[in-house]
């Protein structure tokens, strides 16, 4: 069985500070991973995903994260945060080998500080 | 590349009273289709997928259930609503190119009262 743990329910952070979200992942088999943004009453949008190669991955908005298979993680970066980036981050993966569905962490609301 | 419409958006409904919510996806054929609950601090539940029409698999057991009458169409149904039911439903979809990316429609938010 696979699972992901979002390490922080909340993150408040300054505007133009530094931001990482946490995430962990257990999985017995090779995984892909994903980031998606939830804005205030919207559907998810993905931010960037790892599927193999590089183990830094760059998405939409500035955002970055690292594969570390090592310490099965797959953290959230941001060098420097706006207003615009407050929303509910999510954390999956993926582990096919027949399964149809992504196993999501429970989400990470991050507030950013004027 | 896909888009998906969900309506209605919003829907206050009593206890006992019927559901319906609709998902239609343009942009793509023989998509898979998902429907989730999110509930405030709970992150996002799996309820449903389906890999192709009238075939629906369940992920929790519950007072809900799914249809797929038509290749693009993916229907959330409750004959009478709990309190439990509250929350906000997302439909989704994957396909054949890039079969583990979801893409989301802009949800569904449901108060029953």
């Known amino acids: 069985a696979q699972s992901v743990t979002q390490l922080d329910s909340q993150v408040p952070v300054f505007e133009e500070a530094p931001v990482e979200l946490r995430c962990n992942y257990s999985s017995s088999v090779s995984v892909y991973l994903f980031w998606y943004v939830q804005y205030p009453n919207q559907g998810l949008q993905l931010l960037l995903k790892y599927l193999s190669g590089s183990t830094l991955v760059k998405g939409i908005n500035g955002f970055e994260a690292e594969f570390n298979k090592s310490q099965t993680s797959f953290h959230l970066r941001k060098p420097s945060v706006h207003i615009s980036d407050t929303a509910e981050y999510f954390c999956a993966l993926y582990s096919g080998a027949g399964s149809y569905q992504l196993t999501f962490g429970k989400g990470t609301k991050l507030s950013v500080i004027p | 590349s896909q888009t998906i419409h969900q309506w209605p958006a919003t829907l206050v409904q009593p206890v006992g009273s019927p559901l319906s919510l609709e998902c239609t996806v343009e942009?793509?054929?023989?998509?898979?289709l998902y429907w989730y609950r999110q509930a405030a601090g709970r992150g996002l539940q799996l309820l449903f997928y389906?890999?192709?029409?009238?075939?629906i698999s369940s992920e929790v057991p519950q007072n809900l259930s799914a249809s797929r009458p038509q290749d693009r169409q993916f229907i959330l149904s409750s004959k009478k609503l709990l309190l439990s039911d509250s929350g906000f439903y997302l439909c989704a979809c994957t396909t054949g190119s890039g079969a583990n990316v979801l893409t989301f429609g802009a949800g569904s938010r449901l108060t029953v009262l």
């Open positions: 942009g793509t054929s023989n998509p898979n």
């Open positions: 389906s890999v192709g029409i009238g075939q």
